[in-house]
């Protein structure tokens, strides 16, 4: 196994990331904000099965934290996500300052505007997608990547970023990758560590709420409104959940329906106590 190589400027990133290509070596982006699970190494894994060289980032984006966010919070501990990189095999693992990704002067962000940002975490966190767009496409253009490998339990993000990639012509395949999930079906995130034992337990209503909606689907319930009824009422069992939304929508597009005829998300963001999680399920034929 390789030794994991640590960048902390763009300038060695740039200058890596070259000479892979010079020697013919297609590349992956994992971006990540740290606090490392297991649902970040399936995209690790994914990168590492399609691509040749593998690239991590471990960045907490300032800019795609709202002001009573939890940017400060934020889980942080970088000496074990690179343990943790290392024995996935990960190549290389870009680790920035805020001030190395918008030095002093820094006045240039990307921002969405055909709708995908204006509902679900859109809607709630106003600037979050504008921040993600601008920190993918900074590391997209980085590490020069052939894929970047997104999870889709940020349906949404992934989305968005699709939707600039192909708008600003950027030549990487974004890759989704399947939900990771513990053995209670609750979605990995790192936001799972705030969480008393007591909440975890709680929190896996989000997951059978969205299987008691698949199940209808299933079954042949295509009534946008009933599935979001039905995926409410198993929420509502829940009394340590406060639902922030349930919603419906068609994917990737993210327009609004009223019967679901082709592929959609069901995505939902639920209160645990003060930890906000989101989950989703996509209808039809994966994308």
Same mark, same amino acid.
């Given at each position: 196994m390789s030794e994991l190589k640590?960048? !902390?400027?763009?300038a060695e990133t740039v200058a890596? *990331?070259?000479? %892979?290509?010079?020697?013919?070596?297609?590349?992956?982006?994992? $971006?990540?904000?740290? *606090?490392?699970?297991?649902?970040?190494? !399936?995209?690790? #894994?994914?990168?590492r099965s399609?691509?040749?060289? =593998?690239?991590?980032?471990?960045?907490?984006? @300032?800019v795609q934290f709202g002001p009573n966010e939890d940017y400060d919070k934020y889980p942080r501990q970088f000496d074990a996500d690179c343990e943790k990189l290392a024995a996935e095999?990960?190549? *290389? =693992?870009?680790? @920035?300052? $805020?001030?190395e990704m918008y030095p002093a002067g820094y006045g240039t962000y990307i921002t969405v505007e055909n709708g995908i940002t204006d509902v679900l975490c859109g809607a709630r966190r106003p600037g979050h997608f504008r921040g993600v767009a601008t920190v993918v496409t900074k590391l997209m253009n980085i590490t020069r990547a052939d894929k970047a490998f997104?999870?889709?339990?940020?349906?949404? %993000? =992934?989305?968005?970023?699709?939707?600039?990639?192909?708008?600003?012509?950027? $030549?990487? +395949?974004?890759c989704m990758v399947p939900i990771c999930r513990e053995a209670s079906g609750l979605a990995r995130s790192s936001r799972n560590s705030y969480m008393s034992a007591e909440e975890k337990q709680a929190a896996v209503v989000l997951s059978r709420s969205l299987k008691a909606a698949k199940a209808a689907?299933?079954?042949?319930?295509?009534?946008?409104?009933?599935?979001? #009824?039905i995926t409410r009422e198993e929420l509502a069992t829940e009394p340590l959940a406060k639902v922030d939304y349930v919603d419906l929508y068609t994917y990737p597009a993210l327009r609004e329906t009223t019967t679901v005829t082709e592929q959609s998300l069901l995505a939902i963001a639920v209160f645990i106590g003060? !930890? #906000?999680?989101?989950?989703?399920?996509?209808?039809? +034929? %994966?994308?």
């Open positions: 640590i960048f !902390t400027t763009v890596y *990331a070259k000479e %892979q290509k010079a020697a013919g070596r297609t590349i992956g982006l994992c $971006p990540t904000m740290g *606090a490392l699970h297991e649902g970040h190494m !399936t995209l690790m #894994r994914a990168a399609a691509c040749d060289v =593998v690239i991590a980032s471990v960045f907490v984006n @300032p095999g990960v190549d *290389a =693992v870009f680790h @920035p300052s $805020p001030e997104f999870g889709q339990k940020d349906a949404q %993000q =992934v989305a968005v970023v699709r939707r600039f990639v192909a708008d600003l012509n950027l $030549p990487v +395949e974004v689907y299933e079954a042949g319930e295509r009534d946008a409104e009933a599935l979001k #009824r003060k !930890t #906000r999680l989101i989950d989703n399920i996509i209808l039809g +034929e %994966q994308a």
